[in-house]
């Protein structure tokens, strides 16, 4: 049986890819959990963690809404949050001219909107306490401008940039803040951001377990940032010395409709 008192962590986008994995881990480290996504899936990921030995409250909303993320600040009821993982988040291929304007206004307001309302609110609270882990999961993304997924690539820049900054602000407090950020990783963000048929979208991925445990382990350490898998390291490396104009060109390459093989 479930133990009655242990940390509770907090994850969002937990029902399935990286999110779900980082749950398991929270879930294998002694937390309970208060896990969210926007669908019924997110049931099935807490049988899974319940099975782990974890106390597991779902949240079923939209956290690109101020409403949504408000349902899930509630489920919090009052109970302090050792660990935040802000990690929902989705993308959208395609020319930006040709993508539908409410998409890629959704990718904003999930990535970005929702995703430091919620920082800001559970943030206050680790203040309060002065003790808190918070993980954003960024991407190596946010490196480079992003040729044909370019509202998703700025997104993650700004997560990344807002991690670094929010970091700093805390640095004289019992809080870290940790960015997590993955490369290409097997699980249905490609699907759903309309990219099967873009290289980066058919490209050998790495595997959503092991990103979790890397962003798992820097969350513990309160490291600053984390890049998964060596082959990311050196991408990222790389393009933070290669002129803009060449990472996006790069870019096109992985990610313009049609890149892939038919
Ligand atoms: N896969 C990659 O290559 C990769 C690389 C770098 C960074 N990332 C980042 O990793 C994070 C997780 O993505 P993933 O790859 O694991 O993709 P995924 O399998 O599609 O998971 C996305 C999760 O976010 C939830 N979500 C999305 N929009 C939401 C909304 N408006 N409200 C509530 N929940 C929402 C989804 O739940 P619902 O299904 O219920 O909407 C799902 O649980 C994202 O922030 C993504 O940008 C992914």
């Not at 133990?3 to 999110?19: D, F």
């Not at 882990?133 to 997560?159: D, E, R």
Request: charge should be negative.
């Amino acid at each position: 049986m479930a133990q009655a008192i242990r940390p509770l962590a907090l994850v969002t986008g937990a029902s399935t890819g990286i999110g779900r994995e980082l749950a398991k881990e929270a879930a294998n480290h002694g937390y309970d959990l208060l896990i969210a996504a926007d669908e019924p899936e997110i049931e099935a990921a807490a049988t899974e963690l319940r099975a782990l030995g974890a106390n597991v409250d779902t949240v079923q909303a939209d956290l690109s809404t101020t409403e949504g993320v408000d349902k899930l600040l509630a489920a919090v009821r009052g109970r302090p949050v050792e660990a935040l993982l802000a990690n929902a988040g989705r993308g959208l291929g395609h020319g930006f001219l040709d993508q539908d304007f409410n998409e890629a206004r959704q990718v904003v307001d999930t990535n970005i909107t929702g995703t430091i309302y919620l920082i800001h609110k559970v943030g206050q609270e680790m203040r309060a306490r002065n003790a808190g882990k918070i993980l954003i999961t960024g991407s190596i993304a946010g490196f480079m401008p992003g040729s044909f997924q370019a509202v998703y690539n700025g997104t993650k820049s700004f997560l990344n940039s807002f991690s670094f900054a929010l970091r700093d602000e805390l640095k004289d407090t019992g809080i870290t803040v940790t960015c997590l950020m993955p490369g290409p990783t097997e699980t249905e963000f490609f699907e759903r951001g309309e990219l099967m048929d873009t290289s980066v979208g058919q490209a050998k991925k790495d595997d959503a377990g092991m990103v979790a445990r890397v962003g798992f382990e820097a969350m513990l350490k309160g490291e600053g940032d984390v890049v998964s898998g060596w082959k990311n390291k050196i991408q990222s490396a790389v393009a933070n010395v290669l002129p803009a104009g060449v990472t996006a060109a790069l870019h096109r390459g992985m990610a313009e409709p049609g890149s892939g093989k038919q």
